[in-house]
């Protein structure tokens, strides 16, 4: 049982290219989450998905676009990545009604744009 | 607008001694909080729940509403507690899901 995986978990971009980022679960949950986390700023929600085919906006949206075809993968996609972007990239999953038990985490993904 | 304040960037420990994190909050609504710990490189761990009120490693929290407080304690610190910590809310959103706010973390170190 692998729980969330997110590939790839390092990547160097140049300033305007594009990338992919994926996070993929193998516990049905049901709501997925990007977070990205920057020194001195903690955590800070990008967009989540409350089910397949729905995103919504977190709180820095912007430079970032989202998919959730399928319910085990949440793609989080840099059109044009610029070096604000830089940043280490966490997936998560939950399931409603699971009580508040906590948040299952990937291992991450190390940005950097150049 | 529900809000997670962790005051220490930064807390060095000798070790033996005790640990406190502290964590603010501010809800409109009944909060639940979490604490998470990042270990070198690693993903975040629940560390552990406020509703559960149990001890993991040694650790533990207590909710105080008067004070919107859930600082996390640790009566001796051990070299191995050196590590990230964040402090977090989780709540309803207006869409009716589950969404987890996160405090800016405290990197504890246990000096040898």
């Known amino acids: 049982n692998a729980g969330v995986t997110q590939t790839p978990k390092f990547r160097v971009l140049k300033t305007g290219q594009s990338m992919t980022l994926l996070c993929a679960q193998d516990?049905?949950?049901?709501?997925m989450y990007w977070y990205r986390q920057d020194p001195g700023m903690g955590l800070r929600l990008i967009h989540y998905?409350?089910?397949?085919?729905?995103?919504a906006k977190g709180e820095v949206p912007d430079g970032y676009n989202v998919s959730r075809l399928k319910k085990q993968n949440f793609l989080l996609g840099l059109e044009s990545a610029a070096p604000s972007q830089t940043s280490v990239y966490f997936c998560?999953?939950?399931?409603?009604?699971?009580?508040?038990?906590?948040?299952?985490f990937g291992s991450g993904t190390r940005l950097t744009v150049v | 607008a529900q809000r997670v304040t962790q005051p220490e960037k930064l807390l060095s420990v000798f070790k033996g001694a005790p640990v406190e994190l502290k964590c603010n909050y501010s809800?409109?609504?009944?909060?639940?909080l979490f604490w998470y710990v990042q270990y070198s490189r690693q993903r975040l761990q629940l560390l552990l729940r406020?509703?559960s009120r149990e001890s993991i490693k040694g650790f533990t929290a207590d909710l105080n509403k008067g004070e919107t407080s859930f600082h996390l304690k640790k009566p001796f610190a051990q070299e191995e507690d050196s590590a990230m910590y964040y402090c977090?809310?989780?709540?309803?959103?207006?869409?009716?899901?589950?969404?987890?706010?996160f405090g800016t973390g405290t990197r504890l170190t246990i000096i040898p």
């Open positions: 998560a999953s939950i399931s409603p009604g699971q009580g508040y038990n906590g948040y299952t």
């Open positions: 809800y409109s609504g009944s909060p639940e």
């Open positions: 977090a809310l989780a709540f309803i959103s207006n869409f009716g899901n589950e969404k987890l706010t």
């Open positions: 516990m049905n949950h049901e709501y």
């Open positions: 406020h509703i």
């Open positions: 998905s409350v089910g397949e085919g729905t995103t």
